[in-house]
């Protein structure tokens, strides 16, 4: 008998939600690996008046792996007046927890976890207090992954990307990549959420030494003025670029369906953004294995929706991977 996989999902916001969310019905070995550059809306104001860590993207992992339906929607639950308006009951609980604490934010997800019963665990990649720092090709300087929807212009640059000051991995991260079978990084912003895990010290070295296969999930569709016309392949090169070069991806999972003609009008209208396409002749030239299929959500069938991973697939593919690596 084949025993449940150990993964670690890394990444933060919408993209490890929607993974997490159907992993959490596959095994219970689940790490997931946050990151804690974000500094925009309910979190930025937290962490510019009360100095804590940014809770929101640990916030919406705890949630998609809890168990508790009713602390789900409490958690999730956003003020909509008075001085409270824009912030959620998750993020508030996790600063105040942080603050009464003496400034432990490890202890304030412990408590949450217990409190949404948790499949798992969510860990800070690091708990260094950091800014994300993008540097363009031109000399440009972005501070602040807030910034990065400001009228960002990439076009065939390939950025630096950096933390300020330094980050260190925690040590729950470190061994949670070394004890994995499956690290999986999830769809999510390149240059935000992705790139500020990645780039942290500790993350790149912890990935060469462990054992496990190392996954990548790629996005739905592109980011405006970021990665304008990428296409798979782009992606997966500029995650090994992220690793400096020293750790290689195993597997590529991407979707090969693309969403209505309606939702991509409407996404390209509201923000510019297109279905990332795929190139077959150049992903079979990599040295990786990329699986492509169907990954969109049925839920995205509707203009009005949003376009998703579909959690459930995208997990039975990551145990398939799994299965296949314990038979070889």
Not at 15 to 33: D, R
Not at 129 to 148: C, Q, S
Not at 243 to 254: E, I, N
Request: with cysteine; charged share 25%; proline share 3%.
């Amino acid at each position: 008998m084949i025993r449940l996989p150990r993964i670690v999902i890394i990444g933060g916001g919408t993209g490890s939600f929607e993974i997490l969310s159907g992993l959490k019905n596959y095994t219970p070995n689940i790490t997931a690996l946050v990151s804690m550059a974000d500094d925009g809306g309910s979190t930025g104001l937290l962490r510019d008046e009360y100095g804590v860590l940014p809770p929101g993207d640990v916030r919406k992992c705890l949630v998609a792996l809890s168990r508790a339906p009713k602390m789900r929607d409490l958690f999730n639950y956003r003020y909509e007046g008075g001085s409270f308006a824009g912030h959620t009951f998750g993020n508030l609980f996790l600063s105040t927890v942080e603050k009464m604490a003496g400034n432990n934010f490890i202890g304030a997800i412990e408590l949450a976890s217990r409190m949404l019963n948790i499949v798992g665990r969510v860990v800070p990649v690091t708990l260094d207090n950091v800014t994300l720092v993008i540097e363009e090709e031109n000399g440009r300087v972005v501070r602040g992954e807030r910034n990065l929807d400001d009228d960002i212009h990439f076009k065939a640059q390939r950025p630096k990307i950096r933390l300020e000051p330094a980050a260190h991995i925690t040590q729950e991260g470190r061994e949670a990549i070394l004890s994995a079978d499956i690290v999986a990084i999830a769809p999510g912003s390149l240059y935000g959420s992705l790139a500020a895990v990645l780039v942290v010290d500790g993350v790149v070295e912890a990935l060469k030494a462990t054992k496990a296969q190392k996954v990548f999930i790629c996005n739905l569709v592109t980011e405006h003025g970021q990665t304008d016309c990428f296409k798979v392949h782009d992606y997966a090169a500029e995650i090994e670029r992220f690793l400096g070069g020293q750790v290689k991806l195993d597997y590529v999972l991407y979707n090969t369906h693309k969403p209505q003609k309606e939702l991509l009008s409407r996404y390209y209208a509201d923000e510019q953004r297109t279905w990332i396409e795929y190139n077959t002749d150049a992903l079979a030239k990599q040295h990786y294995t990329a699986i492509g299929d169907n990954f969109i959500s049925e839920e995205s069938g509707h203009p009005t929706t949003l376009i998703r991973h579909d959690a459930d697939k995208t997990a039975l593919t990551l145990q398939k991977i799994y299965e296949q690596t314990m038979l070889e």
